[in-house]
């Protein structure tokens, strides 16, 4: 039991570690129609080069965790979750491929450039439509390949509401590290987009809590109300300051931080919905966990690597802190 929430605990932080770190970079790419100019693209591009392959890494130590820990949940997940999954992989390659061949095309740029933009919204998309469909719930017995169950409208909505979430860090990222037309072209962006993400935060809440009953009594039932305010009381502090930091030049960096705690208060608010539901109403963690010696068997493993990616992760972000500077040769 002990074990099973030991990498319960670990799976939510590989995918809060991917959302925020991969989010701002997917939501460059996101953003990419509102930076027309081929300079300013260049720019916008310099400023992720050293990092956004790393920032996947989290995606493949997720599905490594869910793989080896939580079996039966992998396996309902991706049968369930199939098309999107594989759109996404889809769209991630694509995203690559043309960051990598940007920096070296002339002619085909404009073609890279709508490679890595299209890439980066469908994989964004993709990832709000799982998120979605699992938390509405898709009855993994009675889904085949040709089904559609998982598009369903409220699953758009939250669709949606990633990439608005994951635009938002885009333009905080972008005011940290970027001067000038950039910046105020991103703080400007950025406050419509906190607007746009805490009504989206609320309309997908509210939708929650009226079509599942067991999350409204976690909600509301008792005490729980009074105990869990803090986490939408926090969420519109968080956005209030965000909106009224970006742009500040006194405080360049606290908005990215902000959008941070905003994801981290929403991911919160779902742990403590769905919990202890790894596949919302049909599998806890522990109805879904690998035996117990398959479970001893990958911690070490985990308690080597994890600190070691932690510690790169830190160490490059470190290394390339400040502003970015932007020059002929590329990265």
Not at 102 to 122: L, Q
Request: proline share 5%.
């Amino acid at each position: 039991m002990e074990l099973a929430f030991f990498y319960f605990l670990l799976l939510g932080f590989a995918i809060l570690m991917y959302v925020i770190l991969d989010g701002f970079d997917l939501g460059l790419g996101i953003l990419y129609p509102w930076f027309d100019d081929e300079p300013q693209r260049d720019h916008m591009m310099r400023s992720i080069s050293h990092v956004w392959d790393g920032n996947e890494t989290w995606l493949v130590f997720g599905g490594v965790i869910l793989f080896g820990a939580f079996p039966l949940a992998y396996a309902t997940i991706l049968s369930t979750l199939y098309v999107p999954i594989m759109i996404m992989l889809i769209a991630l390659i694509f995203r690559g491929v043309a960051f990598e061949y940007r920096f070296k095309a002339h002619r085909s740029k404009p073609w890279w450039d709508k490679a890595f933009a299209i890439g980066s919204t469908v994989a964004a998309f993709c990832q709000g439509l799982m998120l979605g469909a699992l938390v509405q719930g898709v009855d993994s017995d009675a889904i085949d390949g040709s089904s559609l169950d998982w598009l369903s409208p409220f699953a758009v909505l939250t669709a949606f509401s990633v990439m608005a979430g994951y635009a938002l860090l885009a333009c905080c990222y972008l005011s940290m590290k970027s001067r000038g037309l950039i910046r105020a072209r991103a703080a400007r962006l950025g406050r419509r987009l906190v607007v746009a993400v805490l009504v989206a935060m609320a309309l997908v809440s509210l939708w929650t809590l009226v079509e599942a009953p067991e999350i409204r009594a976690r909600w509301f039932d008792g005490y729980h109300l009074l105990l869990l305010s803090p986490l939408p009381l926090l969420s519109l502090a968080a956005g209030w300051l965000l909106f009224h930091d970006l742009g500040d030049k006194q405080h360049e960096q606290r908005p990215f931080f902000l959008a941070v705690a905003l994801f981290v208060l929403a991911f919160a608010g779902l742990v403590v919905g769905l919990f202890p539901y790894l596949v919302p109403r049909q599998l806890t963690f522990w109805q879904s966990q690998a035996p117990v010696s398959s479970l001893k068997f990958m911690l070490p493993g985990v308690l080597i690597f994890v600190p070691l990616i932690c510690a790169y992760t830190f160490w490059g972000y470190r290394i390339f802190s400040g502003k970015v500077e932007d020059f002929e040769e590329g990265y």
